[in-house]
């Protein structure tokens, strides 16, 4: 394993219409054994920053080394990193055999017994020992992930970096991928980098999660930190489904006042705002509190637009009263016991305790949540944080 650094790296493209900047002075710094996961939407510079580390760019800007020696001027196959695509990329006229062993026989000077050693190795940790006579084409999406990960794990690399491995995969057999990797990850006790732009498998599977949007850094931190404590309210819609609600406020006499609501502040709450007065009110969807009728000073009146049963839970699209239900603007996460209905008038509950606020035009955060309830002192990973 080993610790891989990030410092300042850019990488600009340029076409007929000029330059485009795909990544923009990224530093970040991986720890040895940590499982670091690239996040952010399409076009975000994400893969662009992994195919640098591995070697298949090279930074217009910036150094990238690996266990302290740089590495930017090195070819891949110099790197000692290990690389699984989106496609897998197998070989289809080599048997699952042959693809495993196929870098190992072309980079190295190993034995073939001791190629053949490693080739069932790693077949045996991933299960696949009894598919090593195959050809990719006999084999599903999840057999051809796991011969992928295989022919990495071999190379005994010094960190792993997966591009959206389980894209290709149906929504169950992603699952239990992911939690496959997690434990694998953590046997190999390997460096690992892992690109996506599904916030979930960002949230469960990552020691740490880097945001990217626009090819700049937007927050580094772990999955706890980035769903309750957003750098920004990019950070804050981006992490967590459904996604955070946002309200735009102006701050007047110790009130936010929206268009169809005003919401008084503790003294707290108002001293983290400083002079700002264009805002953006910001609650998670399981914080909103359904009532049977409001009567707080941070409770509003509302009406239910739409209800998506999910069987665990439902979201609840929820409209303020005098707004149209079509227009609804608050998302609640309830429990699947709790039935409401269409159209129903109700009560919401939004706790001060729970509230965002952002800056209005830069979208820097100003205040986040209290983290006083949070139950004990281990920090939450993944589904335990959302």
Same mark, same amino acid.
């Given at each position: 394993?080993?610790?891989?650094?990030?410092?300042?790296?850019?990488?600009?493209?340029?076409?007929?219409?000029?330059?485009?900047?795909?990544?923009?002075?990224?530093?970040?710094?991986?720890?040895?054994?940590?499982?670091?996961?690239?996040? %952010?939407?399409?076009?975000?510079?994400?893969?662009?920053?992994?195919?640098?580390?591995?070697?298949?760019?090279?930074?217009?800007? %910036?150094?990238?080394?690996?266990?302290?020696?740089?590495?930017?001027?090195?070819?891949?196959?110099?790197?000692?990193?290990?690389?699984?695509?989106?496609?897998?990329?197998?070989?289809?006229?080599?048997?699952?055999?042959?693809?495993?062993?196929?870098?190992?026989?072309?980079?190295?000077?190993?034995?073939?017994?001791?190629?053949?050693?490693?080739?069932?190795?790693?077949?045996?940790?991933?299960?696949?020992?009894?598919?090593?006579?195959?050809?990719?084409?006999?084999?599903?999406?999840?057999?051809?992930?796991?011969?992928?990960?295989?022919?990495?794990?071999?190379?005994?690399?010094?960190?792993?970096?997966?591009?959206?491995?389980?894209?290709?995969?149906?929504?169950?057999?992603?699952?239990?991928?992911?939690?496959?990797?997690? @434990?694998?990850?953590?046997?190999?006790?390997?460096?690992?980098?892992?690109?996506?732009?599904?916030?979930?498998?960002?949230?469960?599977?990552?020691?740490?999660?880097?945001?990217?949007?626009? %090819?700049?850094?937007?927050?580094?931190?772990?999955?706890?930190?980035?769903? @309750?404590?957003?750098?920004?309210?990019?950070?804050?819609?981006?992490?967590?489904?459904?996604?955070?609600?946002?309200?735009?406020?102006?701050?007047?006499?110790?009130?936010?006042?929206?268009? @169809?609501?005003?919401?008084?502040?503790?003294?707290? $709450?108002?001293?983290?705002?400083?002079?700002?007065?264009?805002?953006?009110?910001?609650?998670?969807?399981?914080?909103?509190?359904?009532?049977?009728?409001?009567?707080?000073? @941070?409770?509003?009146?509302?009406?239910?637009?739409?209800?998506?049963?999910?069987?665990?839970?439902?979201?609840?699209?929820?409209?303020?009263?005098?707004?149209?239900? $079509?227009?609804?603007?608050? $998302?609640?996460?309830?429990?699947?016991?709790?039935?409401?209905?269409?159209?129903?008038?109700?009560?919401?509950?939004?706790?001060?305790?729970?509230?965002?606020?952002?800056?209005?035009?830069?979208?820097?955060?100003?205040?986040?949540?209290?983290?006083?309830?949070?139950?004990?002192?281990?920090?939450?990973?993944?589904?335990?944080?959302?």
């Amino acid at each position: 394993m080993a610790n891989v650094k990030l410092d300042g790296v850019t990488k600009i493209f340029e076409d007929e219409s000029g330059e485009i900047v795909a990544v923009d002075d990224v530093n970040i710094d991986i720890k040895d054994g940590e499982f670091l996961v690239l996040v %952010g939407p399409s076009g975000c510079g994400k893969s662009t920053t992994l195919r640098m580390v591995a070697g298949l760019e090279k930074p217009t800007e %910036g150094t990238i080394s690996v266990d302290g020696e740089a590495v930017t001027h090195l070819s891949p196959q110099e790197r000692n990193v290990a690389m699984v695509f989106q496609s897998y990329a197998l070989y289809p006229h080599m048997t699952v055999r042959g693809n495993m062993s196929f870098g190992l026989e072309e980079t190295t000077d190993l034995s073939d017994e001791e190629i053949h050693t490693r080739v069932e190795d790693a077949a045996t940790m991933l299960g696949i020992d009894d598919l090593l006579d195959r050809k990719p084409d006999e084999l599903s999406g999840g057999q051809q992930q796991r011969v992928a990960l295989g022919r990495a794990i071999v190379r005994e690399p010094d960190a792993f970096l997966l591009d959206e491995p389980l894209a290709n995969l149906d929504a169950k057999l992603r699952s239990e991928m992911r939690t496959e990797l997690q @434990h694998l990850q953590e046997d190999l006790d390997t460096t690992t980098i892992y690109v996506t732009h599904d916030q979930t498998e960002a949230m469960t599977m990552s020691d740490r999660i880097a945001v990217l949007n626009d %090819g700049q850094l937007q927050q580094i931190g772990t999955p706890l930190e980035c769903y @309750h404590r957003p750098n920004n309210q990019f950070v804050a819609g981006f992490i967590g489904e459904p996604s955070m609600n946002f309200l735009p406020v102006t701050l007047e006499n110790g009130r936010l006042v929206g268009e @169809h609501f005003e919401y008084p502040l503790g003294e707290e $709450t108002r001293a983290n705002l400083g002079d700002q007065t264009d805002l953006v009110l910001g609650i998670r969807p399981e914080d909103l509190e359904i009532l049977d009728a409001a009567s707080g000073d @941070h409770e509003f009146p509302g009406v239910v637009d739409v209800v998506e049963p999910m069987g665990n839970e439902n979201t609840v699209h929820i409209a303020f009263e005098g707004q149209a239900r $079509t227009e609804s603007e608050l $998302t609640a996460t309830i429990s699947g016991m709790r039935n409401v209905k269409e159209a129903e008038s109700i009560g919401v509950g939004i706790p001060e305790n729970a509230i965002h606020i952002f800056d209005g035009e830069t979208g820097e955060s100003l205040h986040n949540r209290d983290l006083g309830e949070v139950e004990g002192d281990r920090p939450l990973r993944g589904a335990e944080a959302a």
